[in-house]
């Protein structure tokens, strides 16, 4: 599903955010990247989002090279994917279930079919019953569940979440991850940037760590 093979990274000036990276991420896995603020997390999401190029190596999402991706081959490729942030990234003059369904317009769904995806996708993080609330009326832990229900909302194969318990506490944080488990078991590849080691031991789930831009540790738990 996903592929890195020895990709590496560097910015202007020189600095290397990502060097000879090599893994792999199978369908219906979720996994995990953890390490250090700078060791390199964000700028590896970006690459598979192709928000950025790398710099050597290559890197492929369902067998097709990233790097060679027109810009019109990139839209499509980032429809594949789902993306959840720290924070949230919702329009507080809409109500949830318009948050949900931004996607789908900018896709140009038929409202009638917008609607009945916008609810499968609320039902499952289980805020239907509060479609019409508005984000300030929710805790953290639902607006992080509302941004996760836009971000599956196009049925992605591929979740991508870059730190998206680092504003809840441990009891939201578990919530949140319970989900993710959720569509990991009906097949969709997940790929989490977090510094929480807590919550990813007892997860107990494939850890993959990295230092100053280097896997120095892939670690494979028991259930993921």
């Known amino acids: 599903m996903?592929?890195?093979?020895?990709?590496?990274?560097?910015?202007?000036?020189?600095h290397e955010a990502l060097s000879a990276i090599s893994f792999e991420i199978g369908t219906g896995e979720m996994a995990f990247i953890t390490g250090r603020s700078g060791a390199g997390k964000s700028s590896l999401l970006k690459l598979i989002l192709a928000m950025e190029r790398a710099s050597t190596g290559a890197l492929f999402v369902d067998g097709v090279n990233i790097n060679r991706l027109s810009r019109r081959q990139?839209?499509?490729?980032?429809?594949?994917?789902?993306a959840v942030f720290q924070d949230h990234q919702l329009l507080f003059d809409r109500c949830v279930f318009d948050n949900v369904a931004l996607p789908l317009e900018i896709c140009g769904y038929w409202p009638q079919d917008a609607?009945?995806?916008?609810?499968?996708?609320?039902?499952?993080v289980d805020l239907l019953r509060k479609e019409r609330l508005y984000p300030e009326m929710l805790s953290?832990?639902?607006?992080?569940?509302?941004?996760?229900?836009?971000?599956?909302?196009?049925?992605?194969?591929?979740?991508?979440?870059d730190e998206p318990t680092g504003?809840?506490?441990?009891?939201?944080?578990?919530?949140?991850?319970?989900?993710?488990?959720q569509f990991r078991d009906v097949g969709v590849s997940l790929l989490v940037a977090s510094h929480d080691i807590s919550l990813i031991s007892n997860l107990d789930c494939r850890t993959i760590t990295l230092e100053a831009g280097k896997i120095t540790e892939d670690y494979r738990g028991g259930g993921g």
């Open 167 to 181: 504003n809840l506490d441990p009891d939201l944080s578990a919530d949140v991850m319970n989900v993710f488990q």
């Open 115 to 124: 609607r009945r995806r916008v609810r499968a996708a609320l039902d499952k």
């Open 2 to 14: 996903i592929k890195f093979d020895n990709v590496s990274k560097r910015y202007t000036g020189g």
């Open 140 to 161: 953290g832990g639902e607006q992080q569940r509302v941004g996760i229900a836009r971000a599956v909302v196009n049925r992605p194969s591929i979740i991508l979440a």
């Open 74 to 82: 990139i839209a499509q490729h980032r429809r594949k994917i789902g």
